[in-house]
């Protein structure tokens, strides 16, 4: 890269067809001149070596990525801080605090998720020579390259009309232990939230087909017990089971799964591969719920790796009816703005795609509720809690009735503290998990 080069790798917005191409944030520190870094960025996630030596070809124009934006924020004396990246001679010398927006062809990757990673996050960008730290924090994409994404199957609709549930949050309780117990006892716990109020009892992320609760029984019992607590309380109960395996399983354990009663699907949408999770979107027969193993991996760190919001878009991208997320409060470690730049993700308008039923989860009980209702300030959301039902004083039935009594409170614009002075299974939820106060 020299400088008679940067002029190819820069772009005014409305010199482009913004049809042909996805727009891409990064938040980058540099070594030395911005705008070539920029410009290499550029060039090595998209044409790299450009020409063949003593031809006369350049593919920038019709492949090469552009810079549309790029503001530098400040300097500092050195990285954030340090990766092997930032050691050695090459390294010395301050960095420059960059943002950059840059325009890239998506015909060079087509609408495959596998290859616009490997351009968008792959080796050429985050193998930049004097870049050594980069973080993709927000991915647009035009309409013409979502229509080739068929998207959720179900989305927020579909759900509230499986369950019947259409004018509050959707009640979601995570069968604890979470590696599982037998069969039968397994399934009497999700029987015993759902006649509490719960609308979908689901298995724990880190329960698979483990030899002592094997899916093949656990749904088996778990779609009776449905069945069960269908017959007791008059209304549409979920069973959500964890189907994540090999990818060459996959197809096989929803068949299963659903044959046995199943009406819903846990899968770990990054452990097993998001093609992985669009591909058993295309076959599945029910709502598809991805969780987030792997996501703070990513995305944690504030100067490197993939913003979460990127991630939950390339999840509904995939065809993810419900997406569950790192939620507020300690537990998750996570700014209360990513979480709802996340749940945004999930319902703002991408182009023909259904909205993916966001669930923020971490710690929740009926006390943290109201705080859940107010931030994503709509109905639209999964709350998702595990102890808070299933290690509830009274019971998975009390721990379930709790969460519909604090909504009961907030729907009547009551303080759960009074609400509870006549509901006994609110009182000891706050008893037992938030105190008075």
Known sequence: ???????????????????DFIELDYAFECYGDPRMA??????????????R????????????AKVLDLQIEGHRPAPSYATG??????????????RVTIAHPHGNFGPRIPNLLSAVVGEGVFFVPGIPLIKLLDLRMPDGFLSAFPGPRFGIEGIRDLLGVH??????????PNIGLPPEPFAELA??????????????????????????ERSAQLGAARRRAEAATGVTKGYMANVTDEVDRLIELHDLAVANGANMLLINALPVGLSAVRM?????????????????????????????????????????????????????????????????????????????LPIPGGSDWAGTLEGVYRRVGSIDFGFIPGRGVFGHPMGPTGGAVSLRQAWDAIAQGVQIDEYAQTHPELSAAIDAFGGRG
């Open 167 to 176: 004018d509050r949050p959707i009640f979601f309780g995570v069968i604890k």
């Open 53 to 64: 030596v003593g031809i006369d070809e350049d593919y920038r124009p019709r492949f090469g």
């Open 38 to 51: 920029a410009a290499h960025l550029c060039s090595e996630q998209s044409t790299a070596q450009w020409h």
């Open 191 to 216: 029987y015993e939230g759902w006649v509490g109020g719960l609308d979908v009892a689901k298995d724990d992320e880190m329960l698979a087909d483990a030899p002592w609760c094997p899916l093949a």
């Open 85 to 98: 990246a930032t050691t050695g001679a090459a390294a010395a010398g301050e960095v420059s605090v960059c």
């Open 280 to 356: 058993l979107s295309r076959h599945t027969r029910v709502p598809l719920v991805g969780h987030f193993p792997m996501i703070a991996a990513l995305s944690r760190l504030p100067g490197y790796g993939i913003h979460t919001r990127v991630i939950t878009k390339l999840q509904r991208l995939a065809g993810l009816d419900a997406i569950v997320m790192p939620g507020f409060g300690g537990r998750m470690g996570m700014d209360e703005t990513e979480v709802l730049e996340s749940v945004a993700a999930c319902t703002d308008p991408l182009g023909q795609l259904a909205r993916s």
């Open 1 to 19: 890269m020299t400088p008679a080069d940067l002029p190819s790798f820069f772009a005014r917005r409305e010199d482009l067809n913004g049809a």
